[in-house]
């Protein structure tokens, strides 16, 4: 590959690719300027594996940034066979004590270093400010603007004194939608002055805490601008570098996402995000070599059309290589034992009424379709359940079935059930006399239950101290 403008479009283009090695085209990018990859689960069998592929990765490009979206609680890669070790933002939100999510955050940066990862896409900095969110829920730390603000705070501070980047996501703030962008082009209905004082406060104390990115959202909030702010100036230099004073990388949310390639485009879309003042374009699961072309392409092209200056190309490109720099050159402190993640769940737990089990159990899960950013869970409680019970018998359903309880005691979990009817109609016919145990965001209870056990996520960590709850 030759060419400047080639090799400043490439350092701003951040893909993704299958399986736990190196594919040979993304070695030949990676010479070529490409700014950086973000892994997903298919690219993580082991922590030795995952240390391998950040090696071979660095040794074709020392700089080059590896993404990862491990928040804790519902969406890890790390852990996505066994569930997270730690809790996610509702339980920390929800215990609100700053150094211990500071310690959680740390200690989740030292296991992402200790793989060569050294940027990870989390904190959620958004404030989950409509219960029926369909993508954010258990994700925020919570529906107050303060609380969200001093925890993203602390988790940025946290990450970070390991050497990872963190990156706030999603700008402007994702709570308020009830659309998921994944799927279609959401819209949040308010006046600037609410996103000052509400969906942007935690964006504020990212920055002031020294946060290295920001994720850019596919929204659209008309009071600001038209256009999705992924794809808006009025955004993204506007409100984030000029009112918010952020001059550190901004990074796009995947393009691949219907909110942008089903309206304007992937190529479309990464050319009007860069001329927005976004630097670095994920590009998402499923886009490999062919989409790193178009985009490159599209770019050099907008630059010889007079549609994007080529300076701020260049600067997009100079943002992604001071953050690769950082990651050389910033802290490598001491990581807390991943113990830490069962503390802060256990101290997130609430319990009401009679929850102890004194015969055998029946668990029943009632697991909607998992969101596209957590993907579905390969554990379960009930499985955890029958490893401190022995003849607990447990099954997922996934809607309305039949249920005959017999002579056991009954364990109803639920997630997010305010949003979904057919939960509320299995979970009311059955509460009965059962323990109900709340994986999501606690707004709808069934009448009835013994006891009510409120986990605040998840994660293998929400779920384990739960079981010892129900069986200590």
């Known amino acids: 590959m030759s060419g400047g403008l080639e090799r400043l479009a490439s350092t701003c283009i951040f893909p993704g690719f299958p399986g736990p090695t190196l594919p040979d085209w993304v070695r030949r990018e990676l010479d070529g300027g490409l700014g950086g990859v973000v892994l997903f689960s298919w690219n993580v069998e082991s922590p030795a594996q995952l240390a391998a592929l950040s090696a071979a990765i660095r040794a074709e490009r020392a700089e080059a940034l590896i993404g990862i979206d491990e928040e804790g609680g519902d969406v890890t890669r790390l852990e996505a066979a066994a569930g997270s070790s730690y809790p996610g933002n509702l339980a ?15 200690a989740i940066g030292g296991e992402l270093a200790a793989a060569g990862v050294n940027l990870d896409l989390a904190p959620v900095a ?22 969200v603000a001093r925890h993203t705070a602390a988790f940025t501070a946290g990450l970070q004194s390991l050497g990872v980047a ?77 009112e918010l004073g952020f001059d550190g990388m901004a ?9 942008v390639s089903a309206t304007v485009g992937v190529e479309e879309g990464a050319v009007l995000a860069i001329a927005a003042g976004a630097d670095a374009l994920c590009l998402g699961h499923d886009l490999f070599e062919d989409a790193v072309r178009a985009v490159r392409l599209a770019l050099v092209e907008a630059v010889r059309a007079g549609r994007l200056p080529e300076e701020r190309l260049a600067e997009a490109a100079a943002r992604v290589e001071r953050a690769g720099r950082w990651t050389l050159e910033g802290p490598a402190g001491t990581a807390p034992s991943p113990e830490v993640g069962l503390e802060a769940a256990r101290r997130a737990l609430r319990a009401e009424g009679t929850v102890e089990l004194t ?12 969101t596209i950013a957590a993907g579905p869970a390969g554990h379960t409680f009930g499985a955890l359940l029958a490893e401190r019970r022995p003849g607990t018998e447990h099954f997922v359903i996934h809607h309305p079935t039949q249920i005959q309880r017999g002579d056991r005691q009954l364990v109803i979990v639920i997630r997010d059930a305010h ?54």
Not at 99 to 104: A, I, K
């Open 419 to 472: 949003r979904h009817e057919w939960e509320r109609e299995v979970a009311q016919g059955l509460a009965d006399g059962a323990v109900v145990v709340d994986v999501g965001v606690p707004v709808w209870r069934p009448d009835g239950a013994a006891g009510t056990v409120v986990t605040y996520g998840a994660g293998r960590a929400n779920l384990l101290a739960a079981a010892e709850r129900l069986s200590p």
């Open 359 to 370: 015969g055998r159990a029946l668990v029943v899960e009632l697991v909607p379709e998992a």
């Open 126 to 147: 958004d404030v989950n400010s409509d219960e029926r969110n369909p993508i954010i829920g258990v994700r925020s730390f919570g529906s107050e603007p303060a609380l």
């Open 251 to 259: 990074i796009t949310d995947a393009l691949e996402m219907r909110a």
């Open 92 to 106: 920390l939100g929800t215990v609100d004590d700053v150094e211990l999510t500071g310690r959680v955050a740390a």
């Open 166 to 242: 963190a990156c706030a996501k999603h700008f402007p703030g994702h709570g308020a939608t009830r659309a998921d962008s994944h799927l279609e082009l959401p819209s949040i209905d308010v006046d600037r002055e609410t996103l000052l004082r509400r969906e942007l406060v935690p964006f504020r104390a990212a920055i002031e805490a020294g946060v290295q990115a920001i994720m850019t959202a596919h929204i659209r909030v008309p009071a600001v601008d038209e256009l999705p702010a992924t794809l808006s100036r009025a955004h993204l230099t506007g409100l984030l570098r000029d």
